[in-house]
Structure formats: structure tokens, C-alpha cells
């Protein structure tokens, strides 16, 4: 689902849209031979489809991804 921000963000860099609109995406992250899907809310150009990451969701992103790293079997990942 979506909603609209209460914030209108300037026109986008790629396509000059000014259609975004804060939205829960999957974001893929790439660990070794395993994809792990995770689900976040971010700005996405409607027009586009180009994604902007705050500060928060990267760290929140990055955190996943290090404990993924160092015990894959946290989520049933297979270790290598």
C-alpha cells in the first residue's frame, strides 16, 4: 500500500517527475548465493520508479546485511 507524503520533494534528478510518494518495497540483499528480501518504506518516483533512501533505512539496511554476513543461519540461510 501506499500513501502520499506530506513533504512534495522537488522534481526528481533522472526523469523531472514530481510524483513521489512514500512506499514499502522489497529491497534485495545479496549474500553470497542467497537473496534476502528485505521490506522497507521509502520515496519512490511514481513516474520512474527511482528509489531515495534516508539515512535510517540505509543503516537499518547495512545492520541486516552485517548480521546476515556474519551468522547466515539467523535466518535459516545456508552457511557455506
Given at each position: 500500500d501506499q500513501c502520499v507524503s506530506a513533504i512534495r520533494p522537488a522534481p526528481r534528478i533522472v526523469c523531472r517527475a514530481e510524483?513521489?510518494?512514500m512506499a514499502e518495497v522489497r529491497e534485495?540483499?545479496?549474500?553470497?548465493?542467497?537473496?534476502?528480501?528485505?521490506?522497507?518504506?521509502?520515496?519512490?518516483?511514481?513516474?520512474?520508479?527511482?528509489?531515495?533512501y534516508d539515512r535510517r533505512t540505509l543503516r537499518y539496511l547495512e545492520?541486516?546485511?552485517?548480521?546476515?554476513?556474519?551468522?547466515?543461519?539467523?535466518?535459516?540461510?545456508?552457511?557455506?
Open positions: 510524483d513521489i510518494r534485495e540483499l545479496h549474500i553470497d548465493n542467497d537473496i534476502v528480501c528485505v521490506p522497507v518504506r521509502l520515496l519512490v518516483c511514481q513516474s520512474c520508479g527511482e528509489r531515495y545492520e541486516i546485511e552485517d548480521k546476515l554476513r556474519k551468522d547466515k543461519g539467523a535466518l535459516g540461510l545456508a552457511k557455506q
